[in-house]
């Protein structure tokens, strides 16, 4: 999927909407999908986006920053993640 329909009116010379497109898919073929679950698409893009409008344009970077932006959600870090309203179980003492 390109980043594009994430530009939101954000306006880009062509060669740096190319390499945010990089980055953008790279970034999410980064992230496994679980079940139903997708990556945060707009996550990822809104970092990548913000970052493009500071000067960077190297794909790498901006890959990096969108996973470390996405890696604070827990449907990314955890493979099993609770939902909002559970405990963890509570393990007896030794």
Not at 5 to 14: I, K, Q, S, T, V
Not at 39 to 67: H, Q, Y
Request: overall charge negative; proline content about 15%.
């Amino acid at each position: 999927m390109p980043i594009r329909p994430y530009l939101d009116g954000h306006r880009f010379d062509a060669e740096t909407t190319r390499l945010m497109g990089i980055a953008f898919e790279t970034a999410v073929a980064a992230l496994p999908t679980q079940g139903d679950v997708e990556p945060p698409r707009d996550i990822i893009a809104r970092m990548i986006i913000d970052l493009a409008k500071t000067g960077e344009r190297d794909p790498e970077r901006l890959c990096e920053a969108a996973l470390k932006a996405v890696s604070v959600y827990p449907i990314v870090n955890a493979p099993n993640p609770l939902p909002p309203h559970a405990s963890p179980p509570v393990l007896p003492d030794s």
